[in-house]
Antibody, heavy 127, light 114 residues
């Protein structure tokens, strides 16, 4: 079955750290970029971080400000998300998602969407 | 404040047609970046509904359709059914001046089937 499974969420105190994992199966993991998208309780979706297929390029939302690190181990079909200096506002369900990238017919613009989502893992930052 | 603006809620009776708008700006939808839509049923993860403005993944009923024009996009649902009650999110890419890649979502629209 083609799927992404997140793990590692839980309760952590403000200022603490947590490492999330995203395990993939059913597809050629090393061919895809992976993103983390989060959703605070009762709120909308928010891009957090991204890593390309071979792990060389990583990107982060501005609010991360050096606190989070995304990495991957293609030999284990797993993406990791190390989070430190956690704040109450980081409380959210964190989803691991698979990116699809394509160019438009003119070849001038690239486009991205997310075709596979994990079930998410809840991170709660509270004292 | 989301970069892409959606109405917080829409509603319709079974069998009716509803539309959900997604309004962006010249740095995202207006710049030519495609719009994609996701459906999130209560208590579940989002699911891809429409990609590339108007394309449906395998398994998505043709009651769902999408379009893009100028700085906006729309999702239309015809023949509304009870199981369509969910939150809907649009997504695109924003070429902000900061230079950092920025994948953006709308704030989400809650669809209620009356």
């Amino acid at each position: 079955e083609v799927q992404l499974v997140e793990s590692g969420g839980g309760l952590v105190q403000p200022g603490g750290s947590l490492r999330l994992s995203c395990s993939a199966s059913g597809f050629t993991f090393s061919s895809y970029a992976i993103h983390w998208v989060r959703q605070a309780p009762g709120k909308g979706l928010e891009y957090v971080s991204a890593i390309n297929n071979n792990g060389v390029n990583t990107h982060y939302a501005d609010f991360v400000k050096g606190r989070f690190t995304i990495s991957r181990d293609n030999s284990k079909n797993t993406v990791y998300h190390q989070m430190s200096s956690l704040r109450a506002e980081d409380t959210a369900v964190y989803y691991c998602v698979r990116e699809v990238y394509y160019h438009d017919t003119s070849g001038l613009l690239g486009h991205w969407y997310f075709d596979l989502w994990g079930r998410g893992t809840l991170v709660t930052v509270s004292s | 404040q989301s970069v892409l603006t959606q109405p917080p809620s829409v509603s319709g009776a079974p069998g009716q047609r509803v539309t959900i708008s997604c309004t962006g700006s010249s740095s995202n939808i207006g710049a030519g970046y495609d719009v994609h839509w996701y459906q999130q049923l209560l208590g579940t993860a989002p699911k891809l509904l429409i990609y590339g403005n108007s394309n449906r993944p395998s398994g998505v009923p043709d009651r769902f359709s999408g379009s893009r024009s100028g700085t906006s996009a729309s999702l239309a649902i015809t023949g509304l059914q009870a199981e369509d009650e969910a939150d809907y999110y649009c997504q695109s890419y924003d070429s902000s001046l900061s230079g950092s890649p920025n994948w953006v979502f709308g704030g989400g629209t809650k669809l209620t089937v009356l």
